[in-house]
């Protein structure tokens, strides 16, 4: 939710340079180990001591330079914690537009973005330009927004009745609103979404990446449904050969990828095309990707 904490977020967002070192997207090699509960887990060592040894002795990349990309910018709303969830999120988001193709002039991607109780690894949002209007739109003003989304329509009392706020302080609002062209207001002071706020980001899909457990990430992506038309998680290749058909992602249509230890990532399973419920998550998003933009 926005809130003074998400300013602060905001404020300390990092992104990630698309002129990185290239070994920035090197998967570490990883192998199998049983728990005792005969789970697995998936072990990867650190990018830069991977290496493998040929038979005379002398030690070579396990990854050819025309293997790594470079990464794709990502707006941070936390400093990142290294490790190996870290380097696949940098691989999936450095393959962004071969993963996901589309026409959509404007996108942008976040990590670590705080929207209702969750906070998604990856966000990959395709925007109108109306959207960068609402950098200054608040929680009330998402609110707003969402309510005349799920509602198409409604007058200034019957806004500021449900949404419990006063009239006048309500109006004022509305109004900036109708400033910004979010939305049209008639003679009545009937109030409603424009025809580009309707759908002002057209796409949004969101990616919960997990080194061995997966359905802690399965249970992340069902949540991200709520805001997203499209939700994934991101394993590594054996995990994620092992567990895309289970019901746990089939039942609710979450999409797989799976990264490969060359650095490579792949689509296993595609995701069902949704689309978002809460709303005032959905605006909340928009007005993020405004102030990160502004």
Known sequence: MLSESVSAHVIERATVDAHAPKDACRTDSYGVAAHA???ERVLWRSAK????TSRNGTVTPVLSPSSMQPRSPVTYFRPRR?????VIEDCVAAQIPALFKSRRQFSWTAGSIPLGAGMPDLVIVAYKPLALALADADLSDAQILGYLRAVRSARLGTIAERLRVPNRSMGRRLHRLVEARALRVTA?????LTAVCRNVLPEIITIEVKVGNWRRAAEQARRNRIFSHRSFVALPSPVAERVYREPALTRFGLGVLAAQEDGSVSVKRRATVGRPVVWTYYYQLASLLA???A
């Open 82 to 86: 290294s490790g190996p969830e870290a």
């Open 188 to 192: 009545d002071e009937t109030f409603a």
């Open 49 to 52: 001591e991977r290496r493998r």
């Open 37 to 39: 509960a005969q789970t």
């Open 291 to 293: 102030r990160s933009q």
